[in-house]
């Protein structure tokens, strides 16, 4: 299985969409007045918060589509958008980690945003052993595709229940805490900044899944060989 | 009908297939003592391994009470769910159960159901061993009401994590690893309205956190019932 030319071409893309989002971060995107230049971290933070949740969101679509369609296809897609989606919200988190040390004084604190994305890290890995645990690929792909399910059902209402305790994590876009420590008011290039790693963010979240899908694909193929050779 | 043909009755109805489950289980219970048993047991440990890791005295005991409770609970219960789910695998009962012509959630919803009473029947058993370890009383009906109902959401989800889990190769380890992360959410909400009537709050205080729990416990059970036919189809 050759690869596909769309796929180098997206490659290509997606590397120099990087490159430009993180020359944005650096040389575009001012440095915020308060917290100085570790408010960079930010762009990045989001958007990669963004895809894990995006992810997700894909994994638990692909689970219910291989319920009723039971195409392997889907399989693949769950398990890719999972894996993707773990090193993603490791990023957030770690990034977030990274931010807060010096805003909020701490690496970490229990509000419901850090305690939710850890969590929902738990669920997919959690997942990844359901889905090493059974050694028949259809029951595999079927279990995985409910405990997707299941996982990205249960996510929002653990945040749901924490939120109801205050939080001091800031709500940059849309709405703001006056008790949040650590917010701040995004010039128009911040935010153009933070849209283009967003959509930098989601190009390599669509090359990524493509990559991981055909990997599968060759796995089953490899798979199938060994078989066959065994007759 | 005509003379000499045998009437079949292929489609039993749903409850009654329903309690056909719940009452085989009860039945296996009082007869082999196996899970009641267990989980008490464990219980009664869970609570001593507390009592020492956390030197429990009056003074901070009260404000602990309730996520001893829980834990205990919820450690308790994941015992049970695997046993429960166990004893189908191992000797064929589930293949026997699934031939049965009936409905399968039927047979979810009696697994569930009998789980759901071992729960119960496990906390009332722990809840006045607690309080007399303790010297305090903790028993109360809306304690009770908020067990009953978390435990209904804890099961819900549980048995059908468990009935994925006992398919596995890793099946000892696997439920609590499925499990906690997923019910996270009926566990704060328990954890909340029985730390609340534990410290004597007036119970429309703590009405959110009913509404929460009746809301998870919906939420739970539905998803569960719809994609149970998928855990077991073979």
Redesign the interface.
């Given at each position: 299985m050759k690869k596909p030319v769309a796929l180098k071409v997206l490659d290509i893309v997606t590397i120099i969409a990087l490159l430009g989002a993180t020359a944005m971060v650096f040389f575009y995107a001012p440095i915020e007045r308060v917290m100085g230049a570790v408010q960079k971290v930010f762009y990045f933070h989001v958007a990669a918060g963004w895809v894990g949740m995006l992810s997700f969101l894909f994994a638990a679509v692909a689970g219910i589509i291989f319920?009723v369609k039971k195409k392997k296809i889907w399989d693949l897609v769950g398990v890719a958008a999972v894996e993707i989606g773990i090193i993603f919200i490791f990023i957030n988190i770690v990034t977030g980690s990274i931010w807060a040390r010096p805003i909020w004084n701490t690496w970490w604190t229990w509000d419901p945003r850090l305690t939710t994305a850890t969590?929902m890290e738990?669920?997919y890995i959690?997942y990844l052993?359901?889905r090493?645990?059974?050694?028949d690929p259809e029951?595999r792909a079927?279990?995985g595709?409910?405990?997707a399910?299941?996982?990205f059902?249960?996510v929002p209402?653990?945040f749901?229940?924490?939120r109801?305790f205050r939080t001091i994590h800031p709500v940059v876009i849309a709405g703001s805490d006056p008790t949040a420590v650590g917010t701040f008011d995004m010039t128009p290039a911040m935010f153009q900044t933070l849209m283009v790693g967003i959509v930098v963010f989601s190009i390599l979240f669509v090359d990524l899944v493509w990559h991981r899908i055909r990997l599968g694909q060759l796995a089953n193929q490899v798979e199938e060989m060994k078989f066959n050779l065994q007759d | 009908m005509q003379p000499g043909s045998i009437r079949l009755n292929t489609k039993t109805s749903f409850t009654k297939a329903m309690f056909a489950v719940v009452w085989k289980d009860l039945i296996a219970e009082v007869r082999g003592k196996e899970l009641i048993s267990a989980m008490l047991v464990f219980a009664l440990l869970v609570i001593f391994i507390f009592n020492f890791a956390l030197e429990l005295d009056p003074k901070t005991r009260s404000a602990l009470t309730a996520g001893i409770l829980w834990v205990t609970i919820t450690f308790a219960g994941t015992l049970g769910l695997n046993r429960s789910m166990a004893v189908e695998k191992d000797r064929g009962c589930l293949d026997g159960l699934l031939l049965a012509p009936v409905d399968r959630t039927a047979i979810y919803f009696g697994k569930s159901l009998a789980n759901w009473i071992f729960m119960v029947i496990v906390a009332l058993i722990v809840l006045p061993i607690y309080s007399i370890l303790y010297n305090t009383n903790i028993i109360s009906p809306a304690l009770l009401l908020v067990i009953v109902l978390g435990s209904e959401g804890y099961v819900a989800?549980g048995t059908?994590?468990a009935s994925?889990?006992v398919?596995?190769?890793?099946?000892d380890i696997?439920l609590p690893?499925?499990l906690f992360?997923?019910?996270?959410?009926v566990l704060?909400?328990a954890v909340k309205a029985s730390a609340g009537i534990l410290n004597g709050f007036p119970l429309e205080d703590l009405q959110?956190w009913f509404n929460?729990l009746i809301v998870?416990d919906i939420?739970f059970t539905s998803?569960?019932f719809m994609?149970f036919d998928?855990?077991v189809?073979e």
């Open positions: 319920l969590i738990l669920v959690a052993m359901l090493q645990g059974i050694d029951r079927r279990f595709a409910v405990y399910i299941v996982g059902l249960s209402l653990t749901f229940s924490i109801i | 989800i059908l994590l994925m889990a398919q596995a190769r890793t099946r696997l690893i499925l992360p997923v019910i996270l959410p704060i909400a959110t929460l998870y939420i998803v569960a994609v998928s855990v189809e």
